[in-house]
């Protein structure tokens, strides 16, 4: 059995800065409610014209993150690509990012497993890499959501808290002695499949069918969440699955030197901090900038932390979400 490891981070969003006050002008909400709730300042949403796609942005990152790892695009052997709004219902981003990057004919898997998707990628990519079979992995989560959400009073629930933007690893094999990925853990609950979805377009209900059932509605084809179930879930899921990583490789809490929670809600992130006694610097929060990025947020607060000087080699760095499914993860990695 090998060891990954990660050789380069990336993150890239859209220059478009959508503030809180932005938001008040197209539904009953306010700055102060959305940051007491979530944290959030301000988030980005790509602007029409402005050459962003879910894709587009996640080879954005991918460029910044082959850079790092000093690869070029014919280095890498697979594509993993998180996320829930894909530039088409099929075929998948990862085939987008082989061809934009002119890559060899390398496989390409997309990974949908909303926010947890970008640890679920981390970890099909890392079995790829133990087992011999590829050596370097290009993991890539992205998100466009500001296309899709309803920016009506109806939906403020949901709609103010999510931003767009992508993040990028690339994977490696990692030396003998060198550290690198130790493991990871991943869970899933169908019962609550509904609690936090979109319904429209699907083959379960096809659109025409839709349509005709809600001839004056829409709300099939945006999200629906449960707030504050998913919420309560989540809480109990992070420590849960952060705890199972310690677990497995004999550690505790207080050897994490840095702790890169999926950015859900600020609340949930602080809630989770209590919870393991970690101090402001070992956990990194960015959601007030950015807003919740999905399979996006954990690599672009990954690499804003790296970028910032706040992992080391040698670090103990502990990446977890919890996120529609209900799915969650968590992946620990020495630096
Ligand atoms: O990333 C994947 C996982 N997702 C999460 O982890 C999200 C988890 N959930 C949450 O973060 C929170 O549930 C939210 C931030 C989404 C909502 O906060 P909440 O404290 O659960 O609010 P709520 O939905 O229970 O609504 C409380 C009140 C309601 O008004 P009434 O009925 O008390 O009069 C809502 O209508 O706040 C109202 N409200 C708003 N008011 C102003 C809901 N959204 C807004 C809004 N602006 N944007």
């Not at 890559?103 to 990519?125: E, H, K, W």
């Not at 996006?296 to 970028?307: N, V």
Request: a negative charge; charged letters at 20%.
């Amino acid at each position: 059995m090998y060891t990954s490891k990660i050789a380069g981070l990336g993150a890239y969003v859209p220059e478009n800065i959508v503030t809180n006050d932005d938001l008040s002008k197209m539904m009953d909400t306010n700055d102060a409610w959305i940051q007491e709730r979530t944290g959030i300042k301000e988030r980005r949403h790509i602007k029409k014209g402005d050459g962003n796609s879910t894709a587009k942005m996640g080879v954005k990152a991918a460029k910044i993150a082959l850079e790092r790892a000093g690869l070029t695009p014919k280095d890498i052997d697979l594509i993993v690509f998180a996320t829930l709004s894909p530039d088409y219902y099929f075929p998948g981003c990862g085939v987008q990012v082989q061809e934009m990057l002119d890559m060899r004919t390398i496989p390409a898997l997309d990974v949908r497993n909303q926010c947890s998707g970008f640890v679920y990628a981390i970890s099909t990519a890392d079995q790829f890499i133990k087992t011999g079979m590829y050596k370097n992995v290009l993991v890539i989560g992205s998100e466009n959501h500001s296309g899709g959400l309803d920016m009506t009073t109806r939906s403020r629930n949901v709609s103010v808290i999510f931003g767009d933007g992508a993040g990028a690893a690339v994977l490696t094999k990692a030396a003998n002695d060198e550290g690198g990925i130790l493991s990871t853990h991943l869970h899933s609950e169908g019962e609550h499949a509904m609690e936090l979805s979109l319904e429209g377009p699907s083959t379960e209900r096809w659109v025409p069918e839709i349509i005709a059932e809600n001839p004056q509605e829409n709300i099939p084809y945006y999200p629906y969440m449960n707030g504050q179930f998913v919420f309560k879930n989540a809480v109990v899921r992070f420590a849960e699955v952060i705890n199972e990583g310690l677990e497995a490789n004999g550690l505790t809490a207080k050897d994490i030197n840095m702790l890169i929670p999926h950015q859900a809600n600020l609340r949930i992130s602080q809630f989770v901090q209590k919870q393991f006694r970690l101090s402001d610097d070992q956990v990194y929060n960015n959601i007030q900038k950015y807003g919740n990025t999905t399979a996006a947020s954990i690599p672009i607060a990954l690499t804003e932390a790296w970028e910032e000087g706040k992992i080391n080699k040698g670090d103990l760095v502990v990446l977890a979400a919890f996120g529609s499914g209900f799915t969650w993860g968590s992946a620990i990695i020495r630096w």
